[in-house]
């Protein structure tokens, strides 16, 4: 922890005159960078802590604080994930409860928030880098809150289609600003976990959904339609939530105003040697370039692609597929939440575990055989009547939706710069809406009950997902063995100790500076 002397000089120092110093210390920065940091437009915590390392904090200082984040930010971020995804699949429950859109009118119901989703998605992160992002969020919470309970007042196919569209315009901004959020606040080995935090509300709305819906359901509709109770219930949860948002949840350590002036000091230097950066709201035209033809940008696209696909289809047909087993509406929806257990436990489990190895990779590989064998199941035993083997197969399905969530933390851990880091979430988050969009589509109506073409699709897509991962894996081994050569020529061209290259880090960490830019920058697999 810092004594009262170093707190003192921390803020009597202004940040100019620390860097300033350091600059007339060292020549030049490191050869093997294109962008010299010192012309760089640094992020905004170089206004809090410098390009040096501007106090010490003990492990047991750093500890305390990073509980108190835990406490502060992943219980938010998970309220704001369980919202997003009931409100996105409350069209599933409704299904079964006398929706009145059925037919290809419901597949366009269902593509319609996707396309929101992709129209909206380049421009909300645009925005969302301009303006406060956590207040942003919050804003869009309680926008689509009342777009949802507008859904019971609805009654044709262009009213809900409109509707949908506005929510997923609304729903877009959500991964980005939470995959941002945790990567400024939390280091690189503690990321994936923390991902697995919020995401794994996609698995437990699936129970809750479940449970509240079969409650529901035993309404007589004499007031109101059950699906029309389930969009008003759901949608003044929405609000709730947004107000939340709003008044609690930080944007970024700089302007933590719950955290006081020595602990988002520490925020700052915990994160410092991640070299991922921190906040800048100046869009760069070398970083957008640069993340456009980065080659692993379009593997991680595609195969966040290959996930999707499957995820437009079984996100709102899986109630439907259940009941084609010979369940009625009402087993349907409690027969339903297991499922959702299942990706709970899978997604905190592989968060763990990609922490704990510091590989994605891998665990995306596991958790997306068990949906494989399962959907092979589904094919095979379509006409057994065996109700129980089916049942354990669409158990088996819900592990692949943890393969967006260890996306999410491939993302946040192996890119650097404020604007590429943007500029790859929004293309991830496109590619998401184009693969969802085209699952809703695979379930055609002409197939049913069975829908034996689009469970062949999802095993397909799904395989060919494997080879993906491992090519990202394996060009993001060969990325870290090419730095370290590297900075092993420069320490030995300049003479520098290990102390000196760790100084140097130190001076890279916050003044946005890409991944590619950065030498010190540490690939995950």
């Avoid at 689009?454 to 060919?464: D, P, R, T, Y």
């Amino acid at each position: 922890m810092t004594t009262v002397q170093e707190r003192r000089s921390i803020e009597k120092v202004p940040v100019s005159e620390k860097v300033l110093v350091r600059d007339e210390e060292k020549d030049a920065l490191d050869a093997t960078t294109t962008v010299s940091a010192d012309s760089i437009d640094g992020d905004e915590a170089l206004q809090l802590v410098g390009k040096e390392r501007s106090a010490q904090f003990s492990e047991e200082y750093y500890a305390k604080l990073r509980r108190k984040l835990d406490w502060m930010i992943p219980p938010l971020c998970a309220a704001v994930y369980f919202t997003q995804f009931l409100d996105k699949t409350s069209l599933n429950y409704a299904s079964i409860m006398g929706f009145p859109i059925t037919g290809q009118h419901y597949n366009l119901v269902s593509l319609a928030f996707y396309v929101g989703f992709l129209a909206w998605e380049f421009p909300t992160v645009y925005i969302s880098q301009k303006l406060r992002v956590a207040k942003y969020l919050g804003a869009n919470i309680i926008i689509w809150g009342i777009i949802l309970m507008c859904h019971a007042a609805a009654q044709s196919f262009g009213a809900f289609f409109a509707l949908r569209v506005l929510l997923g315009m609304c729903e877009s901004c959500v991964a980005p600003i939470l995959i941002l959020l945790i990567t400024m606040f939390y280091k690189k080995d503690e990321q994936g976990v923390r991902i697995s935090w919020f995401y794994v509300m996609n698995g437990l709305t699936g129970v809750f959904g479940g449970f509240v819906a079969y409650g529901i359901s035993f309404d007589d509709g004499h007031l109101l339609a059950p699906y029309k109770i389930i969009y008003l219930l759901l949608g003044g949860l929405a609000i709730i939530v947004g107000v939340c948002v709003v008044i609690w949840l930080p944007d970024s350590p700089v302007h933590a105003w719950q955290l006081t002036k020595e602990e988002r000091i520490a925020c700052l230097e915990r994160v410092r040697d991640d070299q991922s950066g921190m906040e800048n709201r100046h869009w760069k035209k070398d970083q957008i370039i640069e993340a456009v033809t980065d080659v692993r940008t379009w593997l991680i696209a595609l195969t966040t692609l290959l996930t999707s696909i499957p995820n437009g289809a079984l996100s709102n047909f899986s109630n439907i597929i259940i009941k084609s087993f010979g369940y009625t509406s009402k087993q349907t929806l409690i027969l339903s939440t297991p499922s959702g257990i299942v990706a709970a436990f899978t997604t905190l489990a592989c968060g763990w575990y990609s922490d704990r190895k510091k590989d994605r990779m891998i665990v995306i590989v596991a958790c997306l055989i068990p949906t494989i064998i399962g959907s092979a199941m589904l094919i095979g035993l379509n006409d057994s009547g065996n109700k129980g083997a089916l049942l354990f197969a669409s158990y088996l399905i819900g592990t692949f939706g943890t393969a967006l969530s260890a996306v999410y933390a491939w993302n946040a851990s192996n890119t650097s710069g404020h604007t590429k880091k943007n500029t790859i979430n929004a293309i991830t988050l496109s590619t998401f809406s184009v693969g969802n969009i085209i699952g809703t589509e695979i379930f055609q109506p002409k197939d049913a009950p069975g829908y034996i073409p689009g469970k062949i699709a999802i095993m397909v897509l799904l395989s060919a997902q494997l080879f993906v991962s491992f090519l990202l894996r394996y060009i993001n081994q060969r990325l870290n063995k090419q730095k370290m050569a590297a900075l092993e020529a420069e320490k030995a061209k300049r003479g520098w100790t290990d102390e000196d290259v760790q100084r140097e880090r130190e001076r890279h960490a916050f003044v946005d500076l890409t991944d590619k830019q950065n030498p010190y920058f540490v690939y995950t697999s």
